[in-house]
């Protein structure tokens, strides 16, 4: 079986047709590009949240979307995790709740979901706030409950959307080597939109540059870099 992550898909917009087809190997692969390039249109794609006018999406070997052969997985099918820009964390929900979500709509038994809850949290370094809700979270917090709730279901890629981009920069600066560890730890791909050469710098092991839509550089993040 095929590891790793597959796609070649199209996807109308307004103003120009997203045309992406690449290969993302274990590590982090950066997705980098202009305001509006579609790097949030592809995660949300990837991620089963749109449906790709054309094409096909293959994780691991198994098929997650095939225009020719008419299969879309809803989203809690594909084994996907996905941190939104700005978290999306359900404000009526307690942390624990949050994180325990993905798990119920897996079929997990409740006590096991807690468990497997709780330990997430513990890793995050988080498990004192599993009773707030996400209003009383400082914006690093909230970012590790959304890395907890997407990471708990084991997921076979993670999706990041900015995951820095609405911190300060200190916490921005202690969270980035935060994430560098998790995401080395997580033993999954990791497709990561950024604007932030720092992040693509510290962070990346492959760099897509997209631009209206078209991935129009690829390669190891020195190569991509210093020709941007
Ligand atoms: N649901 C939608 N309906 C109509 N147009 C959309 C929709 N979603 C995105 N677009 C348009 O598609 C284009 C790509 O948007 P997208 O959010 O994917 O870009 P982006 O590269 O993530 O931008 P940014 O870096 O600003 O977040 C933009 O022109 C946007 O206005």
Request: charged share 25%.
């Amino acid at each position: 079986m095929q590891r790793g992550l597959f796609f070649d898909i199209q996807v109308p917009l307004p103003a120009f047709r997203l045309a992406v087809r690449a290969e993302v190997s274990p590590g982090v692969t950066a997705v980098v590009g202009p305001s509006g390039s579609g790097k949030t249109t592809l995660l949300r794609a990837l991620a089963g949240l749109t449906v790709p006018a054309d094409g096909i999406i293959q994780l691991n070997g198994r098929v997650l979307f095939s225009a020719k052969e008419g299969i879309h997985l809803p989203p809690e099918r594909r084994r996907v995790g996905y941190v939104p820009q700005q978290y999306a964390l359900f404000p009526r929900l307690r942390v624990i709740d949050n994180v325990m979500y993905g798990l119920k709509a897996r079929g997990v038994p409740r006590r096991e979901r807690r468990r497997r809850a709780m330990a997430m949290l513990e890793r995050m370094g988080i498990a004192h706030l599993a009773d707030r809700r996400p209003a009383q979270l400082s914006g690093g917090e909230a970012q590790r409950v959304a890395l907890a709730r997407a990471l708990v279901v084991e997921p076979d890629v993670l999706l990041l959307d900015e995951p820095l981009s609405a911190l300060d920069p200190e916490t921005r600066r202690q969270l980035r080597s935060f994430l560098r560890t998790v995401l080395a730890d997580a033993g999954c791909p990791v497709v990561c939109v950024t604007h932030d050469r720092e992040d693509v710098a510290t962070l990346a092991d492959a760099v897509l540059v997209l631009k209206q839509g078209r991935v129009v550089a690829a390669g190891s993040p020195k190569d991509v870099m210093e020709k941007a």
